[in-house]
């Protein structure tokens, strides 16, 4: 009962996004491709409303959904690692089409094939914490 709110923005987000069509490999497909502005109108238009969002929460001190302070920690200077993350997840998301939100709203719409980027997720994920010590950071 706990997490039912979470639940309830998940889906309403899920249905956001697949109203949008920002689900479909072929607006994803035509983004890479230069050959349509929807994708990054809708990724655009996300960047802004979270610069605007981020600014009223540190100015009126917003509290989150359990009424705890936000807090917006500093960010570290740009270094190489943002790069190569930012490659990696690029050519991840060129690749199969889908980013990680996504891939579980393409499930819930009965894409099972999905089922195999999602293990692949996870699998990277777990490869990623048993190097984690011994990887650059």
Not at 10 to 24: H, P, Q
Not at 28 to 56: A, D, T
Not at 60 to 71: C, L, Y
Request: glycine fraction near 10%; aromatic fraction near 14%; charged fraction near 15%.
């Amino acid at each position: 009962m706990k997490f039912l709110k979470y639940l309830f923005v998940g889906v309403i987000f899920g249905i956001t996004l697949a109203k949008a069509e920002v689900i479909s490999w072929y607006r994803i497909y035509e983004m890479f491709r230069f050959q349509s502005f929807h994708m990054y109108g809708v990724i655009g238009s996300s960047v802004l409303i979270g610069i605007v969002l981020i600014q009223l929460i540190k100015r009126f001190n917003i509290k989150s959904i359990d009424n705890r302070p936000i807090v917006i920690s500093p960010k570290q200077r740009s270094s190489p690692r943002y790069l190569f993350g930012g490659i990696i997840f690029g050519l991840g998301w060129a690749l199969t089409g889908a980013c990680p939100g996504p891939m579980f709203i393409l499930l819930g719409s009965g894409m099972t094939i999905v089922i195999i980027m999602i293990l692949s997720a996870v699998l990277g994920t777990y490869v990623y914490g048993l190097l984690r010590d011994k990887l650059p950071h």
